[in-house]
């Protein structure tokens, strides 16, 4: 441990001795904001043979999915749309297949009742095509599926298609370019984040391992991750996922304009699905709000009742809590299976309140 940060923080300390002992591509990427003070800690490996830094750009997967939500929060803040929208009154192409009664709202809590299509494909060893090529084949198996329940009666957490649909949705309101959405509110953040893999010395990145039983869904998170799809597709640091945690705390973009009504952001970020994880840990069926998740206990047990996030891929997790003005932010490069990477989200952000509270 040579990190000056870690010198208040004890408990946190031995968490990250842990997973270091795990071996030498075992890396973790932190970003804290208490109260307006930050602290960036990061110890350990790359996966590339290079020590993990604050600057090191790693995957964020499903922990972008909040800069989506931002996207959709102005539209709505401007009086584009509404969450109860039809999605083809915007995308008519959308209602192909049996889907016309899907609406916004459904998108963002993932009970559009549509599986996710993209999550079955399979190219083998096949090359993918480029991006220009690919983007609208992606729409045209999204326009083609099927529900299988009518929407808003159950979830189905869609890591893909919903963002994708989001993302094409703003793009015809706004008049932009498929992805615009996200690069427009990484600007307007302030982040160096980008939307798809960057083309980096692989010292400046990270190179994501798993324990045996998640090779095969890490296999499938890094081709989406690699890609420039809203959702999924987001690379930068920690410290960036947490400026987004902290623009939604403040309401305020980079420059300290208006970034958000408060009142949109305490309705985004209140539970509109009620999930079963209250009862049982489900990948597929846990409370959500328009983008985030909204269970307090799946982030840590001692998170205020207010806290919301998201997490992405068990590596990654953003998490902001208002009652206690706290921003988590932060990257595992060991894949962990579900319950496992759950178990050690907590301890991890256990340890860090119970740090800062011994700092008050």
């Not at 703003?170 to 370019?177: H, M, P, R, V, Y």
């Not at 083309?199 to 890490?218: G, T």
């Amino acid at each position: 441990m040579v990190d000056d940060s870690l010198a208040d923080f004890p408990c946190l300390r031995d968490i990250l001795d842990a997973e270091l002992a795990e071996g030498p591509d075992a890396g973790v990427q932190l970003s804290i904001s208490h109260a307006g003070v930050t602290h960036d800690v990061s110890v350990g490996g790359n996966g590339n043979g290079a020590a993990m830094t604050a600057a090191t750009v790693v995957p964020w997967t499903c922990s972008s999915k909040p800069i989506g939500a931002i996207a959709f929060g102005r539209a709505w803040d401007a009086g584009r749309l509404r969450p109860d929208d039809l999605v083809a009154d915007h995308l008519p192409d959308y209602a192909a297949a049996g889907k016309q009664a899907v609406r916004i709202r459904d998108l963002l809590t993932h009970t559009s009742g549509v599986p996710d299509p993209l999550l079955s494909l399979d190219t083998g060893d096949a090359a993918l095509p480029s991006w220009a090529e690919l983007e609208p084949m992606i729409w045209s198996v999204i326009t083609a599926s099927e529900p299988v329940r009518p929407p808003g009666t159950e979830m189905n957490y869609s890591p893909i298609s919903n963002w994708f649909t989001l993302d094409r949705l703003l793009a015809a309101i706004d008049g932009g370019a498929p992805g615009d959405s996200y690069r427009a509110t990484c600007r307007l953040l302030g982040l160096s984040a980008t939307l798809g893999a960057p083309d980096l010395d692989p010292a400046a990145i990270v190179r994501c391992v798993a324990v045996p039983e998640e090779e095969a869904n890490l296999r499938r998170t890094s081709v989406a991750g690699a890609l420039p799809l809203p959702g999924t597709g987001v690379w930068g640091t920690m410290r960036d996922l947490r400026v987004v945690g902290d623009s939604l705390l403040a309401c305020a973009d980079a420059d300290a304009n208006p970034l958000l009504a408060p009142a949109t952001v305490e309705a985004m970020t209140s539970t509109h699905w009620l999930g079963q994880s209250r009862r049982v840990l489900s990948t597929t069926d846990f409370d959500y709000g328009l983008g985030f998740m909204t269970l307090p206990h799946l982030f840590g047990k001692e998170c205020s009742y207010r806290t919301y996030g998201h997490a992405g891929g068990n590596n990654s997790t953003l998490l902001v809590d208002p009652q206690w003005n706290i921003v988590i932010a932060v990257y595992w490069n060991r894949r962990l299976s579900d319950v496992r990477a759950v178990t050690r989200r907590i301890a991890l952000v256990d340890a860090i309140y119970r740090d800062l509270r011994a700092r008050r």
